[in-house]
Structure formats: C-alpha cells, structure tokens
C-alpha cells in the first residue's frame, strides 16, 4: 500500500510533465485524445436476504482514464479504478470499450463496439455483522458485451452538435467467487461454511447514449444501459462533463449508478488531465 501511495502522485507529475511536449494547436472537431488522473467517492450497498446482511457506506476512489476518438471512424476508452475500503470490501477494476463507425450517410452511421470489464472485490468484514464471528467474501467477475446500433448525427446550430446512439447486444458474465461464513452460535463452537458463489451468466443488453459538443470546448455525455440478467432488469446511468482547457488541459467528472444483483453502487468522480 505504501508503494501505492508513492507511486500514483509520481505517475501524475510525470504525466503533467510531459504536457509541455505536446503541440501548440489541436482540432478537437476532428480529433480528440484525453488522460486524466481521477478521485472521488464511491459509495455501495450490499443487501443479502438469505442471512439478513444489510450494509451501506462510502469510501475514497482513484482512478486514470483515457479515451480516443477519431470523428466518423471510432473511439476507444479505458478506465481503471480503485477502492481501498467501501463496506470493508477493497474493489479494483478495469473497464475496455471501443466502437467502429462506418457506413455512413447523411443521418449519421452504423455503430458496432465491444465492452469488457473486470471486477474483483475482496471483502473482509470480520465480526462486524451482528450474529457472525467473520464474514468474507471474494469475488471476480468478468462482463463481455457485443452490441450495435444507428449513431444518429448533426448540427443544432454551427457551435452545438449532437449524437443518439440507441443500440442493443448481448452480454457473457463469469463470477467466479465464494463466502466464507463463521456463525456467533449457539451453539458454540458452530463451525465455519465457504459458499461457492460462482456462476456464468448470457443475458441481452440495450441502451442509449446522448452526446452534446459545445464549442469544441465543452463535451456532455448521458448513457443508459439495460440488463435482462435471470428475469431481472438491472439498470446503469452514467453522465460525464469534459472541459477542454487551455494549455492541452482537460477537466472532467463522472457520476455513475449501477443496480446490482445484490444491491447498487455508485460514484462521483473529478478529474484533471491532458488533450491532446
């Protein structure tokens, strides 16, 4: 952990260094790449019925992102994230998406695109948990999702352009964890159970995402995505504000909302970092 903390602010001066290399002048109408250093809070509710386990806080969150778009050819982006203690449950992710935009016409273009996500959540909550001794939890689970879609483009006015982007796909989801728990008693000396709490999972997926450019300077972002997974609908809402600063500086925030099979999540977090 402490190697952690020395080397995330050393990444980020390293990373402001090298913003004085970079060219004088960018046309962000047809090119964007950004980076940026991330914190904020994330906060988790974790419901379990089957044993009357309730708990919700909030903890510290870190994390880079970077993204690329080509205008009319793709975009890519990248997010890795990292929780040190949320309801004594340390959380790391990575999240992978890429798009490709291609036959084209005067209403937009047609959208095909990947998503991938790796989460692993490792939870520890000890005696904490009124009628349990110990209670942990270890958890990765891996998302795949394949989808495609109409990007409906244009122009409001010539410092005003947005896109809609409705689609629909498929999801591949592999858990791969277990629970440990250890039961207060009586009677006493009642011994501990591990629960494998593994399971693969394909359900469908639809969404929609909405995208306004202002002045080339201010980018607004709002994103729905739908999951059908074992007969419940589970819902996620994202919005994202990027300003594009002089100096190659970019300033951003994410909010996001994610019903869970066992609860929700969610995040506000800022942003600093490189245009270029």
């Known amino acids: 952990m402490i190697a952690y903390r020395i080397r995330f602010p ?9 913003i004085a290399t970079l060219p004088a002048e960018t046309d962000y109408s047809k090119r964007v790449r950004i980076a ?4 904020g809070i994330y906060s988790n509710e974790y419901a379990d019925d089957a044993y009357g386990i309730k708990l919700s806080g909030s903890g510290t969150m870190l994390g880079a992102y970077a993204q690329w778009i080509e205008h009319g050819k793709f975009q890519a982006n990248a997010f890795a994230y990292y929780v040190p203690d949320v309801n004594d449950t340390r959380v790391a992710g990575l999240h992978l998406n890429a798009d490709g935009y291609f036959l084209g016409n005067a209403l937009g273009c047609f959208v095909a695109g990947l998503d991938a996500e790796r989460i692993s ?3 520890d909550a000890g005696a904490s948990i009124a009628g349990l001794d110990d209670f942990a939890m270890e958890n990765d689970i891996t998302v ?4 495609a879609g109409f990007r409906f483009t244009g122009k409001l006015s010539p410092n005003l ?3 809609l982007f409705p689609y629909a796909g498929a999801a591949v989801e592999k858990v791969d964890g277990k629970l440990t ?3 207060a008693g009586p009677p006493a000396m009642t011994p501990p159970m591990t629960i494998d709490i593994s399971d693969d999972n394909a359900y469908p997926v639809w969404g929609v995402n909405l995208t306004m450019r202002v002045f080339h300077a201010f980018e607004l972002t709002g ?3 739908a999951r059908e997974c074992e007969g419940e609908r589970l819902d996620t809402l994202t919005a994202q504000v990027n300003a594009y600063l002089p100096l190659h500086l970019v300033a951003s925030w994410q909010y996001k909302l994610m019903d869970e099979t066992s609860g929700t999540s969610s995040y506000h977090l800022f942003g600093i970092g490189a245009a270029f």
Do not use: G
């Not at 940026?36 to 914190?39: I, M, P, R, W």
């Not at 795949?144 to 989808?147: D, S």
């Open 10 to 18: 050393l990444a980020a001066a390293l990373f402001f260094i090298a």
């Open 36 to 39: 940026t250093v991330n914190a």
């Open 121 to 123: 959540l490792d939870m």
């Open 144 to 147: 795949a999702i394949a989808r």
């Open 161 to 163: 352009s947005v896109s």
């Open 181 to 183: 728990l250890d039961p």
């Open 223 to 225: 994103k729905y995505l």
